[in-house]
């Protein structure tokens, strides 16, 4: 063999190591992040992410998850309750569930009495449900506001009338007298400090660590083209694979 082709053979053969190497360099970012985030997705339960959420301020940004404008809130005796999307709060406290709309709450003797989705939620001073009263209880249907008379027993509107259960909250009966005597529960601006928490707590727990930790093993978190870069990271691999074979040959050679 002459030297011109030594030559040239031993420059085609730095040029194909060039490009291995520069393929080996552009897919390890990617396959290491698909290995790590592989390797957690397996392991849910064993460390512990399987129920955490993600509460760092630019993630969450980057999804789009931001407060809800639709905060509203009612005070019944010492606390706060809270509709914030379609979370329920009591003070710092959510319900389970999802709830459309929030009437109203107020403090009705030993009881909070908090009118949600055509239902009364009956709770103890200390925040326990005691129980889910709804329309098929006798709630009246088209629930508008809720509030106390005179004696501090519960009074509904529904509709064009005015209803107010018994003791044991059994059956509802009409209630008759002066209206302007009524004490209705109405919007009231959260403590600087609750209202922060509330914020905390709900932006909190909407984004699963399962879910950022898929949407990156996928390529989703990095927008439509983030598959395609996953996409491509596999195939150089296998690139890498059949070069780094190639260069071993010939070098055996």
């Given amino acids: 063999m002459s030297r011109h082709h030594r030559r040239k053979k031993r420059f085609k053969l730095r040029s194909f190591y060039i490009w291995h190497r520069y393929m080996g360099v552009a897919a390890a970012a990617f396959m290491v992040l698909v290995a790590v985030t592989g390797v957690l997705m397996n392991h849910p339960d064993r460390l512990g992410i399987d129920d955490k959420f993600v509460d760092a301020g630019w993630v969450l940004d980057w ?60 709770l103890t001073p200390d925040g326990e449900l005691v129980e889910r009263l709804h329309t098929r209880d006798g709630v009246p249907a088209g629930l508008l506001r809720i509030g106390t008379d005179p004696a501090g027993d519960l009074v509904l509107e529904g509709g064009l009338d005015l209803w107010t259960p018994d003791a044991d909250f059994l059956r509802w009966q009409p209630w008759h007298g002066d209206r302007d005597s009524l004490r209705w529960s109405k919007p009231q601006p959260l403590p600087p400090a609750l209202y922060q928490a509330l914020v905390t ?53």
Avoid: N, Q
């Avoid at 009881?111 to 009956?122: E, G, N, Q």
């Avoid at 983030?226 to 010939?250: N, Q």
């Fill in 63 to 122: 999804y789009g998850i931001h407060t809800p404008d639709d905060l509203l809130s009612f005070r019944a005796g010492d606390h706060y309750v809270s509709r914030m999307g379609k979370h329920l709060y009591l003070d710092t406290r959510e319900f389970e569930g999802r709830y459309r709309d929030l009437v109203g709450a107020v403090r009705v003797h030993e009881l909070l009495a908090i009118a949600v989705d055509d239902s009364i939620l009956l």
């Fill in 201 to 253: 707590h709900y932006r909190g727990e909407a984004l699963p660590l399962m879910r950022l930790l898929a949407d990156l093993h996928s390529g989703r978190f990095f927008g439509r083209y983030g598959p395609w870069l996953i996409d491509l990271s596999a195939l150089l691999l296998v690139l890498l694979s059949l070069s780094g074979t190639w260069i071993w040959l010939r070098r055996r050679r």
